[in-house]
């Protein structure tokens, strides 16, 4: 393990391998950390194809390094602003006209309810 890299450190790597979970990034030449696809950029990242090359020069943070196994995860979202928080607009409350509408329209549905019961009694009587 390298003593020159420390977690909370931010450097430049280059991209040396791509899979569907993350990159690798070559931090020196005998140091290689992972960027889980998580840690590309803010935001969900469908395929980490449509962000990142194998060759391409980033810049990282060091999020842990597992002394153990000398591995060493990293993220490039860290290393980003983070996006302003786009509110979407509320929907606004329908006017008051046409609300008292809407729920004429149910009373409507009740009145026609009585005529066609009072149309049906009628026609019993008229079949009699």
Known sequence: MSDKFQEGQVLEGKVTGIQPYGAFVALDEQVQGLVHIS?????YVKDINEHLSEGDEVQVKILNIDEK??????????????????RRPRKQAA???QQEESAAGFNTLK??????I??????????K
């Not at 009072?118 to 079949?127: A, I, M, V, Y």
């Open 95 to 97: 006017p008051k006209q």
């Open 111 to 116: 009145d026609k309810l009585e005529d066609w």
């Open 69 to 86: 196994s000398n591995k060493y995860s990293l993220s490039i979202r860290a290393t980003q602003e983070a996006p302003k928080a786009t």
């Open 39 to 43: 840690e590309v950029t803010h935001g």
């Open 118 to 127: 009072k149309q049906s009694d009628d026609r019993e009587k008229f079949r």
